[in-house]
C-alpha cells in the first residue's frame, strides 16, 4: 500500500501484526521456498531494480552525496547476483524457531526447557543501501518474523522496486505479502511516527551514520539495537611477519573503503615501524590511499612527507587529533607508532567504537591479551577485518552490526531476531 499518512503506517503496523502471527507457524519449507523465490527473481527480473536504481544513483550524484554513500547506494548485476546467493544461503540454514533448548528434569518429574520464537515484528529505519531491503527481509522471513523497513530517500526508488519483487515472490509461496511492508514516502514525520510504534514493532534495528544511530537510540519507545559505526584499528605488534601485516593492512583499508568494518587507524609498535612502515605506506599510497601519520611515522617515512608528501596516487599529511577515533568511510587512514602493547590496547579504548579490531602479530601472549582486554563486538588476530560479516561468518547475512552488548552483539543473523519461551511438561504435578 502506498504510506501517504501516519494512518497508513499505522495500518501497515497493524497488518504486519497479524502476518507475523501467521508467518510464526509456517514450516520451513514454505518460508524456504519464499527465499528461493527471491533469490531467482533477483537474478532474473533485475531490469526493473536497476533501472530504478540508476535514476536514485544519478539524482543523489546530483545532490552531492559522499563517494562512499554513492557506493553503498549503487546496485549492478553481480551485486544483486551476490546478494542472491546470500539468500540462497539463508535458505540453506537450519530453521532457528521450535529450537528447543536446556531442557532439564526436575526431582517432581517436570521437564522444563527453552523453545525458540520469533521476535514479532522487525522495524528498521536504513540509509542509502538497498540491499539491506533483502537481507532484513530475507532473514526476517526465515526467522518467523515480519518487518517494516523505511529506506532513505536517496534510494526510495530502488527500495520500492526491490519490496514489490520481495512482497511477489513470497506471495507466490504462500506466505503473506504483508509479512514485508515497505515505507516508500521519504516524509521524516513517518521516522518519528515509527519510532512510536511500540505496539507493532516489536524491536527497531537502525542502519546508518552517527546521526541516525544516534536519533533512534534517543527516540525510539521500543528496544531498538544500535551499532554499526565501525572505528577500526589494526595494530601491528612487534616482530610481525612483515609480508602478512602488510596484506592484511593492504585489504582491510582497500577492499571496500566505504563500509563500517573497513581499516580506519593503523597503529604500529616503535620496533616494527622501521621496517614494515614505509612498505605498507608505499602500497596504500599507490592504491590512492590518504595517510594521516602522526610525527614520528613522519620522521620513519623522511623528509619527503613531512608537511604532506604526493605519490603516486595517495597523500601523506600530518595527522591531528580528530583523525583519532574517526570513522574515514572513504580511501584515508591514520597511522599511529606506539610504544607497547599496552599503549596500542589504551588507544583503541580511548577511541575504538566496539566494532572490530585487529592484532597483527608472532607474539601468542600478545594475541591472547588482544582477544581478551581489547572490548570490541568482533577481535582478530592475524587476519582483516573486513570478515566482520554475516556471510563471512556463516550467518547468511545480516540485519545489521550490534556494538552494544543487550541483546545482540556484532553481525546480527538468524538466532538474533528469535527470543525463547519456557516450556513445562508435567503430568498432574501441582505444587506443594
Not at 59 to 73: F, I, K, V
Not at 155 to 161: C, E, I, P, V
Request: hydrophobic share 40%.
Amino acid at each position: 500500500m502506498k504510506t501517504n499518512t501516519v494512518e497508513d503506517l499505522l495500518e501497515q503496523g497493524r497488518d504486519a501484526r497479524a502476518a507475523s502471527r501467521i508467518l510464526a507457524r509456517l514450516s520451513s519449507n514454505i518460508k524456504n521456498q519464499a527465499l528461493l523465490n527471491i533469490a531467482e527473481a533477483l537474478e532474473t527480473q533485475q531490469d526493473e531494480v536497476l533501472e530504478a536504481n540508476e535514476i536514485d544513483h544519478r539524482s543523489a550524484q546530483s545532490d552531492g552525496l559522499s563517494e562512499a554513500m554513492l557506493d553503498r547506494l549503487l546496485l549492478t548485476g553481480d551485486r544483486l547476483l551476490g546478494t542472491a546467493a546470500e539468500v540462497r544461503g539463508v535458505a540453506a540454514l537450519p530453521d532457528p524457531i521450535a529450537e528447543t533448548m536446556d531442557m532439564t528434569t526436575m526431582s517432581n518429574g517436570l521437564k522444563i526447557g527453552k523453545k525458540r520464537v520469533p521476535l514479532g515484528v522487525i522495524g528498521s529505519i536504513y540509509e542509502s543501501r538497498p540491499h539491506v531491503t533483502i537481507d532484513i527481509s530475507a532473514l526476517c522471513l526465515k526467522s518467523g518474523n515480519a518487518c517494516m523497513l523505511r529506506g532513505g530517500k536517496e534510494s526510495l526508488r530502488s527500495n520500492t522496486a526491490l519490496a514489490k519483487l520481495v512482497r511477489k515472490a513470497i506471495g507466490d509461496a504462500g506466505v503473506p505479502e504483508d509479512a514485508v511492508q515497505f515505507v516508500d514516502n521519504p516524509d521524516r514525520s513517518l521516522v518519528d511516527a515509527m519510532l512510536g510504534m511500540k505496539d507493532h514493532i516489536d524491536l527497531l534495528i537502525p542502519r546508518g551514520g552517527d546521526g541516525l544511530i544516534r536519533f533512534v537510540a534517543e527516540n525510539a519507545t521500543m528496544p531498538a539495537v544500535t551499532g554499526g559505526i565501525g572505528v577500526c584499528h589494526t595494530y601491528i605488534d612487534r616482530g610481525a611477519e612483515l609480508d602478512m601485516a602488510a596484506r592484511i593492512v593492504f585489504n582491510a583499508k582497500t577492499q571496500r573503503p566505504s563500509v563500517c568494518n573497513a581499516l580506519d587507524t593503523i597503529l604500529v609498535h616503535v620496533n616494527a615501524a622501521p621496517a614494515c612502515l614505509p612498505r605498507i605506506v608505499e602500497e596504500l599510497t599507490a592504491a590512492g590511499v590518504e595517510l594521516h601519520c602522526d610525527h614520528r611515522a613522519l620522521s620513519i617515512l623522511g623528509p619527503q612527507s613531512t608537511g604532506g608528501g604526493e605519490s603516486p596516487g595517495g597523500k601523506i599529511l600530518p595527522a591531528n587529533e580528530e583523525d583519532w577515533g574517526r570513522e574515514f568511510l572513504s580511501m584515508t587512514a591514520a597511522v599511529k607508532i606506539v610504544d607497547s602493547l599496552d599503549d596500542a590496547l589504551d588507544h583503541i579504548e580511548t577511541y575504538g567504537s566496539g566494532h572490530s579490531e585487529a592484532i597483527i602479530t608472532e607474539d601468542y601472549s600478545a594475541a591472547m591479551r588482544f582477544l581478551d582486554e581489547v572490548d570490541a563486538a568482533a577481535v582478530f588476530v592475524n587476519a582483516s577485518t573486513r570478515f566482520n560479516d554475516g556471510g563471512q561468518f556463516g550467518l547468511g547475512a545480516e540485519v545489521g552490526i550490534s556494538t552494544q552488548k543487550f541483546h545482540a552483539r556484532g553481525p546480527m543473523g538468524l538466532k538474533e531476531l528469535t527470543s525463547y519461551k519456557w516450556v513445562i511438561m508435567g503430568d498432574g504435578q501441582v505444587r506443594e
